[in-house]
């Protein structure tokens, strides 16, 4: 009953906050979102990895990250190809089909679940969101990028996301977190500062984005309805009976599961935008399923933690 009550309470938080946002837009005292994207992708997004990865060197720490960042590879993974289905029967194509799949494969395992799991866990399993924040920003800037601009075979789009700064971030994190020293505390807690920012930046553009729309649009489109399902239940449900085959540390899997079973993610939308792709239905769809999800999360993860050796306390 308290992890669910925890849950319950910070997904509140997440939407209150996407609610200032919207209200800001509404009002005009926010009228472009894009210093807030900016600011989201090339600093505070940047700063958490490095930050993230910013840990005493250690074997048996470097096996536990190899074994989440694997888990959290085949998270992502088992979303494909349920959206590419998803969209095949649904008829959709181009830009609309692979704002299906992204928004089923990817899930807000960054923003929405850092402060569920710091409430759950405490501190010291931060560090396992470094190889989690590690795949998901390689997979979404890079897969992701490519699903939203409707596939295409851009000769340079690679080269492009690769310099971009969140995805460089993570070489940069990854070859620090080797290196026999640690950066300076002025530095660091500079970094941790600006990484605090993520999730409200990231709620602030999406409250601003649906702005733009009509509460009729919002709620009107079932196909919005049908994508939060298929992120939210079903697919969370097969990435767990999928990751519990190989990983038995409870304390890896139950960060893994939570991760899974947020709503799409915040930062769908901003990539979506920024390849041309349809950045609308994304803000819609992971604005609908951050609603649904205060309601799906804390009953699925209950549910798993009757019937199965889920660790969340």
Same mark, same amino acid.
């Given at each position: 009953?308290?992890?669910?009550?925890?849950?319950?309470?910070?997904?509140?938080?997440?939407?209150?906050?996407?609610? &200032?946002?919207?209200?800001?837009?509404?009002?005009?005292? +926010?009228?472009?979102?894009?210093?807030?994207? %900016?600011?989201?992708?090339?600093?505070?997004?940047?700063?958490?990895?490095?930050?993230?990865?910013?840990?005493?060197?250690?074997?048996?720490?470097?096996?536990?990250?190899?074994?989440?960042?694997?888990?959290?590879?085949? %998270? $992502?993974?088992?979303?494909?190809?349920?959206?590419?289905?998803?969209?095949?029967?649904?008829?959709?194509?181009?830009?609309?089909?692979? %704002?299906?799949?992204?928004?089923?494969?990817?899930?807000?395992?960054?923003?929405?679940?850092?402060?569920?799991?710091?409430?759950? !866990?405490?501190?010291? #399993?931060?560090? +396992?969101?470094?190889? /989690?924040?590690? #795949?998901?920003?390689?997979? =979404?800037?890079? #897969?992701?990028?490519?699903?939203?601009?409707?596939?295409?075979?851009?000769?340079?789009? *690679?080269?492009?996301? *690769?310099?971009?700064?969140?995805?460089?971030?993570?070489?940069?994190?990854?070859?620090?977190?080797?290196?026999?020293?640690?950066?300076?505390?002025?530095?660091?807690?500079?970094?941790?500062?600006?990484?605090?920012?993520?999730?409200? *930046?990231?709620? *602030?553009?999406?409250?601003?984005?649906?702005?733009? $729309?009509?509460?009729?649009?919002?709620?009107? @489109?079932? @196909?919005? !309805?049908?994508?939060?399902?298929?992120?939210?239940?079903?697919?969370?449900?097969?990435?767990?009976?999928?990751?519990?085959?190989?990983?038995?540390?409870?304390? /890896?899997?139950? $960060?893994?599961?939570?991760? =899974?079973?947020?709503?799409?993610?915040?930062?769908?939308?901003?990539?979506?935008? @920024?390849?041309?792709? @349809? =950045?609308?239905?994304?803000?819609?769809?992971?604005?609908?399923?951050?609603?649904?999800? #205060?309601?799906?999360?804390? $009953?699925?993860?209950?549910?798993?933690?009757? &019937?199965?050796?889920?660790?969340?306390?």
């Amino acid at each position: 009953m308290f992890f669910a009550l925890t849950i319950f309470s910070q997904l509140t938080a997440l939407l209150l906050m996407a609610f &200032v946002g919207w209200l800001m837009a509404r009002t005009g005292k +926010l009228t472009n979102e894009e210093p807030l994207n %900016a600011l989201l992708t090339n600093g505070a997004l940047p700063a958490l990895i490095i930050a993230n990865l910013q840990a005493p060197y250690s074997v048996a720490l470097l096996r536990e990250m190899g074994l989440t960042m694997v888990g959290m590879s085949v %998270a $992502v993974a088992v979303g494909w190809p349920i959206g590419a289905l998803a969209a095949r029967l649904a008829g959709k194509t181009g830009k609309t089909k692979g %704002a299906w799949i992204a928004c089923i494969m990817f899930p807000n395992a960054i923003f929405m679940a850092q402060p569920i799991l710091t409430a759950l !866990y405490g501190e010291e #399993v931060m560090i +396992l969101l470094a190889p /989690i924040t590690l #795949v998901f920003n390689l997979c =979404s800037y890079i #897969v992701g990028s490519w699903m939203l601009a409707g596939g295409g075979s851009g000769h340079n789009i *690679l080269k492009q996301i *690769l310099l971009k700064p969140v995805v460089f971030s993570c070489f940069v994190g990854l070859l620090l977190f080797f290196l026999p020293f640690r950066l300076p505390a002025a530095i660091l807690a500079t970094l941790k500062m600006l990484a605090a920012t993520t999730t409200p *930046l990231s709620m *602030l553009t999406i409250g601003c984005q649906l702005a733009r $729309v009509s509460p009729r649009k919002l709620f009107g @489109d079932w @196909d919005v !309805y049908l994508l939060s399902f298929l992120r939210l239940v079903p697919t969370a449900v097969t990435i767990y009976f999928v990751l519990r085959l190989f990983i038995s540390d409870p304390t /890896i899997l139950g $960060v893994l599961t939570i991760c =899974s079973c947020m709503p799409s993610a915040a930062i769908l939308p901003v990539i979506a935008g @920024d390849r041309g792709g @349809d =950045s609308l239905l994304c803000s819609k769809v992971v604005f609908v399923s951050t609603l649904l999800c #205060v309601f799906t999360v804390p $009953v699925i993860l209950q549910l798993l933690l009757n &019937v199965e050796s889920l660790s969340l306390l």
